[in-house]
DNA sequence: CGATCCCGCCACATT
DNA sequence: AATGTGGCGGGATCG
């Protein structure tokens, strides 16, 4: 196209010449000289110029219609720079020009396409998320705004923001560091921390009403601005700059506006902030006083600082109806909690995973070094002491995914069957005995979207709801109840595990380990780091549904994640058609002190690493879409069919269960491996034992033991979103807690959400439960070793072919309930299963070549909606 | 028509 | 004075 352009506007554009900025040209590449022979100025030599430039000069001289259509070319080129059409010749451009002209231009210029937050995603696209400490990245101002085809000014705008958040450093004029997220987590958390200072506890920002949030700051505000002003808290950790002077200048505003912006998330009890509850507080009035024109310059401010934080997946954007009506709002979906602290569990969503593309390399790498960094190992895990190592970081990726749409969908379904769950759950839970029911959450995710929609405090809801859950510990203590009625979906989508339940159930996201008695654990990492980019959609779906509450059955499992477990070869069908919920685990042993240390912040143990991966899988809110349909269908039918089954233990989980059981049976090893999903699995993770076979699986990837494996899948998802738990190995490894008691699963808990949020995944040392009867459903829970077994094979597919339907399937945790529930399959198993599928696919893709995975099928995913995606499982799940 | 936010002028800071 | 930074807000575009 641009070639046309040229070509029509050569005859022009030689003529007068003008000046044209050549400063801008700058660095482009050269392009080909295919088209555009025409003389630039002067120099006639076609090549030299980059693309730009020449556009540049020709739109100066051009006509002003010219400008504007040359300059959106501009824009493209440098991304894209080669397309070079064709046809020069296609005449009828040329001839028509004008008109055509004008819809080509029209095309591709468009004003989205300089977008703040898109040029802001090529920006990061250049660097790694987790650069090597051994490398330095140094950023030129000049450079890359040659590169990226815009003025410098532009890149101030997202290099201040990115600043504030420390992943980028100045250390000279037109030069920054690059320091990737690694110190990511670390800044928010300080942000969080200064942000209760001057803010005070969480705010309140919000209140909602019940349905209808609000937002009030009013007063809370004010006290901010009295802090606000320090700047001390932002930066404290910026020193460097500090010299003296700095701090006069305005300053920074850009910068402080920023952090003041994240902080208030991080405060947020609901993390939504409305724009222009945040252009008052930064305004530091706190009354509305605040004359109109700073207001909207503020407000335009924040939309700059938004669209970057957009970009790096730490915010989305929502709408939030309040009284009035519906207001721009932005919800956090980056990592709430770190380690030290516990905020409120979800935090992130979904993010979806545009960018992976972008970053290719790029994101590998992070991804991987990610995951080798951490993993998420809980040492001690099981003994109270939790040390887990881990950060968590989430990572979240680009969010920008169109995909949402269905979430809306998919928030509906997840709404109505959060209905029911709640119901069903309240009733279960009744049951003192049974803690609470577990939940997932494994959808914070979700909330978002329904959020919309859903006036209701959904988001409110489902954090607190989330603690309530867990077991554990501090980790979300607050919101306990888990009830309200209202509370959205989440609440219910989250697998509640039930008490009894020696289950657990993790949110779909991705990773997690837990480590029964090794404390290492092996992380894969890499797999699900893997994942994210790929599955990254597909893996939330896993978290969301969780809302059976089902006491024990493995409904639980379910609901949100698919969880799978079963596996055995022929199980593997069965397997199959259960997929979707998340899975619980089981875990048998009990942890003992696990719990207090669980309660803990859990500052250890996260594996945060992972977690960041996955978060970014997580955050997509591609995923989460996927997983609250998925999640929420089967739910209801397994809820139903949870009821019924429930009655007969046994049948139900069978993976679950069984594994439980299992578990039981084999105490040693407490191990779990955890695989991450990859893209495919998204979903499900996988725990194995390590004890077990000796190498019956052998992750790929991982190092780990191969284990044979009882595993255990657990969605990733929620994982991500929520802390793991780890139950006690299993037996006695631990000490051996009572079985009922949640004891080991708190452990698990612990580490976990110290990673995370707050959710907790659960791990039901149960055994207790049922494992007998329950036994899983699918197999033959008994035998330990048919899990094991089933795994491997799985595994062993997974690695060779990875592809394999069935294997999958029978991994998730669906399978349980379809196990127990044949009848419902149907229904559920279609959502469910394509997660599985898929889940399984790329899980196994992972643990041979995570990486490779992440091309093949990321790529692919990423090209399918998330949405597509499904409907393509759904439809194979029917056989 | 309100929400977004691109664009680039221009002031202040630094060199 | 030149150049780097970045506040700021007009007004175009989007939805």
Not at 246 to 272: C, G, H, P, W, Y
Not at 360 to 370: E, N, T, V, Y
Not at 397 to 417: A, F, G, H, V
Request: proline fraction near 10%; charge should be neutral; include cysteine.
């Amino acid at each position: 196209e641009n070639i046309f352009d040229r070509s029509r506007m050569a005859p022009k554009t030689p003529i007068k010449n003008e000046p044209v900025d050549l400063s801008k040209q700058k660095g482009c590449t050269p392009e080909r000289n295919p088209i555009t022979p025409v003389k630039l100025v002067d120099r006639p030599q076609p090549d030299p110029w980059t693309p730009t430039a020449n556009l540049k000069m020709l739109v100066s001289a051009a006509s002003p219609d010219m400008r504007d259509r040359e300059k959106k070319k501009e824009l493209f080129r440098p991304i894209e720079n080669s397309e070079q059409s064709d046809t020069p010749d296609s005449l009828p451009y040329d001839t028509v020009d004008d008109s055509t002209v004008d819809e080509f231009e029209k095309q591709r210029p468009s004003r989205k396409q300089k977008s703040l937050g898109l040029l802001c995603q090529k920006f990061l696209a250049r660097y790694p998320s987790y650069p090597l400490s051994t490398e330095k990245t140094t950023i030129s101002l000049d450079e890359v705004a040659s590169i990226l085809g815009v003025e410098r000014r532009r890149i101030y705008d997202i290099v201040n923001v990115l600043e504030s958040l420390h992943l980028v450093s100045r250390v000279a004029k037109n030069q920054y560091c690059w320091h990737g997220r690694h110190n990511l987590n670390q800044t928010l958390k300080m942000l969080q921390e200064a942000g209760k200072l001057q803010y005070g506890e969480p705010m309140i920002f919000f209140q909602h009403k019940e349905q209808d949030l609000e937002y009030k700051f009013g007063e809370q505000k004010k006290e901010t601005i009295p802090n606000s002003q320090d700047r001390p808290l932002l930066d404290s950790s910026e020193p460097d700059c500090t010299s003296a002077s700095a701090n006069s200048r305005k300053d920074k505003s850009l910068r402080i506006m920023s952090q003041k912006f994240v902080m208030l998330f991080l405060v947020s009890k609901t993390k939504i902030v409305t724009l222009d509850i945040a252009a008052k507080i930064l305004i530091e009035e706190t009354q509305d006083t605040v004359d109109h024109s700073k207001f909207k310059t503020k407000v335009r401010r924040l939309y700059d600082i938004a669209n970057v934080l957009t970009s790096l997946g730490l915010i989305k954007k929502v709408h939030v109806t309040e009284e009035r009506g519906r207001k721009p709002a932005f919800k956090w979906i980056g990592p709430v909690e770190f380690p030290g602290k516990t905020d409120e569990p979800r935090g992130h969503s979904p993010t979806s995973d545009p960018l992976p593309g972008m970053q290719r390399g790029a994101c590998d790498p992070c991804k991987i070094s990610a995951t080798g960094k951490q993993k998420f190992t809980c040492n001690a895990s099981f003994n109270g002491a939790q040390p887990c190592e881990g950060t968590r970081r989430k990572v979240s990726s680009e969010p920008n995914s169109p995909r949402q749409e269905r979430q809306d969908e998919y928030c509906s379904k997840m709404i109505s069957l959060a209905a029911v769950c709640r119901q069903k759950i309240e009733e279960d839970t009744r049951n003192p005995s049974i803690t609470s029911p577990l939940s997932l959450l494994s959808i914070p995710g979700e909330s978002d979207f329904c959020v919309n929609p859903l006036p209701q405090a959904v988001f409110p809801v489902v954090q607190a709801d989330v603690p309530s859950l867990s077991l554990s510990d501090g980790v979300s203590s607050q919101a306990l109840q888990p009830p309200t009625p209202a509370a959205s979906t989440t609440e219910n989508g989250k697998p509640t595990l039930l008490p009894n339940q020696p289950f657990l159930c993790f949110p779909s996201s991705s990773l997690f380990m837990l480590c029964g008695g090794l404390q290492e654990n092996n992380s894969r990492e890499t797999q699900p780091t893997a994942g994210d980019v790929g599955s990254r959609s597909t893996e939330t779906q896993a978290a969301l549904p969780p809302a059976t509450s089902q006491k024990r059955s493995s409904h639980q499992c379910a609901s949100p994640s698919v969880p799978v477990g079963n596996e055995e070869p022929a199980a593997k069908k069965q397997t199959m058609e259960q997929s979707d919920v998340p899975l619980s685990l089981a875990v048998p042993k009990k942890p003992s002190e696990s719990h207090k240390a669980e309660s803990t912040p859990g500052s250890g143990c996260t594996p945060a690493e992972h977690l960041e991966a996955f978060h970014l899988d997580l955050t997509s809110p591609v995923a989460s879409e996927g997983a609250d349909k998925e999640s929420t269908k089967p739910l209801e039918s397994q809820k139903q069919e949870k009821w019924s089954q429930n009655k007969d233990p046994d049948e139900p989980s069978p993976g679950k269960e069984h594994i439980s059981k299992e578990n039981a049976n084999q105490p040693f090893l407490p191990q779990y491996l955890y695989v991450q999903p990859t893209a495919g699995l998204s979903s499900f993770n996988f725990l194995f034992s390590a004890n077990q076979a000796p190498g019956a699986i052998s992750l790929a990837a991982s190092p780990l033991p191969s284990l044979s494996v009882p595993c255990v899948m657990v969605p990733s998802a929620a994982l991500a979103s929520f802390p793991l738990v780890c139950s006690p190995a299993v037996t006695s490894t631990l000490s051996p807690v009572p079985d009922g008691s949640f004891s080991a699963a708190t452990s698990m808990n612990f580490s976990m959400s110290g990673l995370t949020s707050t959710r907790p995944v659960f791990i039901g040392t149960t055994a207790v439960v049922t494992p007998k009867v329950s036994p899983v459903p699918s197999v033959d829970p008994q035998q330990p070793s048919h899990p094991a077994l089933h795994l491997s094979p799985v595994l062993a597919r997974s690695c060779g072919a990875v592809k394999l339907d069935s294997p999958v399937c029978m991994g998730h945790p669906v399978t349980l309930l379809k196990l127990q529930q044949p009848s419902s399959t149907p229904l559920t198993p279609k959502s469910i299963r394509p997660a599985c599928h898929e889940a399984f696919f790329k899980t196994p893709g992972s643990l041979g070549d995570p990486i490779a995975w992440k091309k093949n099928e990321g790529n692919q995913i990423r090209n399918a909606s998330s949405v597509q995606r499904r409907l393509e499982i759904s439809s194979t799940s029917p056989d």
